[in-house]
Nanobody, 120 residues
Framework: VQLQASGGGLVQAGGSLRLSCAASGSGFIIDTMAWYRQAPGTQRELVASMSDSAVTNYADSVQGRFTISRDFPKKMVFLHMNDLKPEDTAAYYC???????????????WGQGTLVTVSS
């Protein structure tokens, strides 16, 4: 499984960005897709996730501003970020939990980080 993330950049406070992440490979079913972020000197934290039944979960800090979506056939996940704040500055990582055909255990994979910088 390979993940390719894109869409980060520099934006002013109050602006918007959309992150994208595409999973490639075969022989597996994707369960949950998620976005995490990590700012310098902090632990990686969950930003948003969406299950295979489209159930979403958001960090309190982004609720109402960020929206996670998936393109299930294309194995893609998106993070629509609105009303960005300087405290949203971080490296954002996509994460997928997958199950290989014929196996019951779930494995997760990480994409490379994409940097989001919000200036005040």
């Amino acid at each position: 499984v390979q993940l390719q993330a894109s869409g980060g950049g520099l934006v002013q406070a109050g602006g918007s960005l959309r992150l994208s992440c595409a999973a490639s490979g075969s022989g597996f079913i994707i369960d949950t897709m998620a976005w995490y972020r990590q700012a310098p000197g902090t632990q990686r934290e969950l930003v948003a996730s969406m299950s295979d039944s489209a159930v979403t979960n958001y960090a309190d800090s982004v609720q109402g501003r960020f929206t996670i979506s998936r393109d299930f056939p294309k194995k893609m996940v998106f993070l629509h970020m609105n009303d960005l704040k300087p405290e949203d500055t971080a490296a954002y990582y996509c994460n997928v939990a997958i199950r290989y055909y014929g196996r019951s255990n779930i494995r997760d994979y990480w994409g490379q980080g994409t940097l989001v910088t919000v200036s005040s």
